[in-house]
């Protein structure tokens, strides 16, 4: 079964204090995977689409990376503006569908 | 830069009540999907819809549920007997192709 483990669940971080957020997953081949922001009561915001390992994709502080078994986030100098839900997401091929993860909370603090 | 937009925000109902909540993807994208989220819950796929038609399908979209695409703009999606536990936010999303889905704000519904 297609699944997604995001680690860790929630992260607490002081302004500059860099770190990386981790999304494992299992997929029957692998289409893409998809990094979304979420704010509280407000729809998940696209960040990044990875396609195959090795992949790498890079906004602002934020870089995605991508391997056969798993995806980081990077998170280079956080400021508070960028604590939210970082969720991962999954597509196998022929499918539609997006599988989440159940995201990671992070909380910047100045 | 082009957004999906959700009416209403907010819609309370009572139990048994038929619901429609309203969508408007981005104006070149051909693909769209519903998605919800039960309060501290995943992201959970409900269905996609491509060419005036249920393309794929999860088993949380049974017979109460249904999509339309009742014009050029609009997609919608009606829940016909509603439940207590359909309480959730529900997510609109649209795609160019199937990839890269971009999701609207969303509608949380309650159910009492």
């Known amino acids: 079964e297609d699944q997604v483990t995001q680690s860790p669940e929630a992260l607490r971080l002081q302004e500059g204090e860099s770190s990386s957020l981790n999304c494992s997953y299992t997929?029957?081949?692998?289409?893409?995977l998809f990094w979304y922001r979420q704010d509280p009561g407000k729809g998940p915001e696209f960040l990044f689409t990875?396609?195959?390992a090795g992949e790498e994709k890079e906004k602002e502080r934020l870089k995605a990376t991508l391997t056969k078994k798993e995806s980081f986030l990077h998170i280079t100098a956080p400021k508070p503006e960028d604590s939210a839900t970082y969720l991962c997401?999954?597509?196998?091929?022929?499918?539609?569908?997006?599988?989440f993860g159940t995201g990671t909370r992070l909380q910047v603090f100045p | 830069e082009p957004e999906v937009t959700q009416t209403p925000s907010h819609q309370v109902t009572q139990m048994g009540q038929e619901v429609i909540l309203r969508c408007v993807p981005i104006?070149?994208?051909?693909?769209f999907y519903w998605y919800r989220q039960i309060l501290g819950q995943k992201v959970e796929f409900l269905v996609s819809?491509?060419?005036?038609?249920?393309?794929?399908k999860s088993e949380i979209f049974d017979d109460q549920f249904s999509v339309e695409r009742p014009d050029g703009s609009n997609f919608t999606l009606k829940i016909r007997s509603t439940k207590l536990e359909d309480s959730a936010m529900y997510f609109c999303?649209?795609?160019?192709?199937?990839?890269?889905?971009?999701f609207g704000p969303g509608t949380r519904l309650t159910v009492l």
């Open positions: 999303a649209s795609s160019v192709a199937t990839d890269t889905q971009y």
């Open positions: 997929v029957s081949g692998l289409r893409g």
């Open positions: 990875l396609y195959s």
């Open positions: 997401a999954v597509q196998a091929r022929n499918t539609d569908k997006l599988i």
């Open positions: 104006s070149n994208h051909l693909y």
């Open positions: 819809f491509y060419n005036n038609e249920i393309s794929e």
